[in-house]
């Protein structure tokens, strides 16, 4: 049954059981209720209803599982920076509507500073990820510059 509208609190209203359960979910997304229920110290009905209004409410966007890179043939990632030509919000949002869609890209982050997005890209080799920013960005017209880091290795953390 979903929850009335006055049921959803807006994330300012978020308690300390809110954010306990957030926690634990950022943790394991697929730690069971009941389990989750006992770790934030809740009944697993209260545990349930409130779980279901933090997706609601749009405090949890969703839950995914974390694929080795490796596994489907993309061992290798890197963070490629960005810098465009144009800065409008025409040319800022036309780029982020094209590089979502780019193969390997698993991210794409707009971000403050010298750069203007940063994109998290996944490819099979050195040559894969050298073709995928000299076709896809070298080649476009709203880039300015690009930088490649490789990624040595990824740790997620918890918060």
Do not use: K, W
Request: hydrophobic residues 50%.
């Amino acid at each position: 049954m979903p929850l009335a509208p006055n049921d959803v609190r807006p994330f300012a209203a978020l308690d300390d059981v809110d954010r306990a359960i957030l926690t634990e979910l950022a943790a394991d997304g697929r730690l069971p209720n009941n389990a989750l229920a006992e770790r934030v110290g809740v009944a697993a009905s209260t545990c349930l209803t409130r779980t279901r209004a933090l997706r609601e409410c749009g405090a949890i966007r969703g839950f995914h599982a974390e694929v080795d890179p490796a596994a489907v043939g993309l061992p290798l990632q890197a963070l490629v920076s960005v810098r465009l030509t144009a800065h409008g919000r025409a040319a800022v949002d036309a780029f982020r509507a094209r590089s979502v869609r780019l193969p390997g890209v698993v991210s794409v982050f707009h971000v403050a500073g010298a750069e203007d997005y940063v994109l998290h890209v996944r490819a099979a080799s050195a040559d894969a990820l050298r073709d995928f920013v000299l076709d896809h960005l070298a080649v476009d017209p709203a880039v300015q510059h690009t930088q490649t880091s490789l990624i040595f290795e990824q740790v997620r953390g918890v918060g």
